[in-house]
């Protein structure tokens, strides 16, 4: 190996491995630790092969202030650096451990900075001992927008995080997008969450003001913004453009939808309705629930008689003690009525919805539907959808040939 080899260190056996403890080296005056090439394809320029019993290590780089293992490729769709398991418990092709950094880390300036692939397991693995710490870190360091993380998977799942306690998958963005996920397959789902035994699939929240949890936009004469194919609750108040119900037409279900609007009101109104029919004297009593009090104030009262007129039918009792009276009318005769309440529930109370608000300064002179009045979108709505075009843009590029 020549003279600039130092004297304290001693040539060892390339290619095999040292069955007693190892405590040698090889390094040249220029700084580069080992040096080897081949020739030959599907060989290696340098094996190290580990045959202890308790487990060490094929081939270990270590470095002060560089760069302990780096691997170089010219080649195209080859590797830098390359490793494999063929264990049959399931090992580590590539393992990377860090005390107070990065485990493994990889950088790109026009592609990925760390790919795994599996043909039947895990693609990529991280894992970390330290709180608030990262198994697997990816960065984007790129103007034009790309991934700190990408997967992508033939039949199975892209990417996939799972925590017995914690996060499967984070993702955080300071002026993009935390989480994306695309499909352009049929019947393919950009994002899925999965929820069982009382557990939550997705969870986003709003923090701030003018901040949105979710924010879904449909984008086609027949796109669909949300679809829920079971029951929704909402805890919160629901504000909306309009509502109805659509159901299958119970005349042609099978080729029309009926819809019908809601009822709505300037007022948390609650409405009871039915019918009664008059004793002889022309009076009935109504019972109503035993919460009907607590629950509602400000009583409104519709009498209809059926059958005949009554212009002597009156309400002879306001509601009280869970009932009210009904008098005047004729013995036998059917009288429809209705009555309406105000919410006084402790909830209603404290979140009275405003009949009438004026926009923030910065909404002013913008929309909620800036296609009906030729504005601009409300400042929260436009940020969101200059990320979204943004993402299209950038998606339309990497498809583009």
Not at 278 to 290: I, P, W, Y
């Amino acid at each position: 190996m020549g003279e600039n080899l130092p004297q304290a260190l001693a040539p060892v056996l390339l290619g095999r491995a040292n069955t007693e403890t190892a405590t040698t080296s090889v390094s040249n005056a220029k700084g580069t630790a080992l040096s080897a090439a081949t020739s030959s394809d599907g060989d290696s320029a340098l094996t190290g092969a580990d045959t202890s019993r308790t487990g060490g290590a094929g081939v270990t780089g270590t470095s002060t202030n560089g760069t302990g293992v780096a691997g170089t490729t010219s080649g195209d769709g080859k590797s830098g650096v390359a490793g494999t398991d063929d264990s049959s418990g399931g090992g580590f092709a590539v393992y990377g451990t860090s005390t107070s950094g990065f485990g493994v880390y990889g950088t790109s300036t026009n592609l990925t900075g760390v790919a795994g692939e599996s043909a039947n397991a895990t693609g990529a693995s991280g894992l970390t001992y330290g709180d608030g710490q990262m198994g697997v870190h990816g960065i984007d360091a790129s103007t034009e927008g790309g991934y700190g993380v990408y997967g992508t998977s033939r039949s199975g799942s892209g990417v996939c995080g799972t925590s017995p306690d914690g996060t499967g998958v984070v993702g955080t963005s300071t002026a993009g997008v935390g989480v994306s996920g695309v499909t352009y397959g049929d019947n393919g789902l950009g994002v899925f969450g999965g929820a069982y035994a009382g557990t939550t699939a997705v969870y986003a929240f709003g923090d701030g003001d003018n901040s949105i949890g979710v924010y879904t936009e449909a984008i086609g004469s027949r796109a669909i913004s949300v679809f829920a194919a079971g029951d929704v609750t909402v805890t919160g108040s629901l504000s909306k453009g309009g509502g109805s119900f659509r159901i299958d037409h119970p005349l042609d279900p099978a080729n029309k939808y009926l819809y019908h609007s809601f009822v709505e009101s300037p007022d948390m109104m609650n409405v009871y309705n039915g019918t009664v029919v008059l004793d002889r004297d022309g009076r009935a009593v109504v019972g109503l629930a035993d919460w009907f009090e607590a629950l509602n104030r400000d009583y409104r009262y519709q009498l209809t008689p059926i059958g005949g007129p009554a212009p002597d039918l009156h309400i002879a009792a306001k509601v009280s003690g869970g009932q009210f009276a009904i008098a005047g009318g004729t013995a036998g005769q059917e009288v429809s009525w209705q009555v309406t309440g105000i919410r006084q529930d402790a909830w209603a109370n404290a979140h009275r919805i405003p009949v009438e608000e004026t926009k923030p300064a910065e909404d002013q002179g913008r929309y909620l539907h800036p296609e009906l009045h030729h504005g601009e979108p409300i400042t929260s709505i436009a940020r969101v959808r200059a990320h979204a075009e943004r993402y299209r843009q950038r998606q339309d590029r990497q498809a583009a040939p």
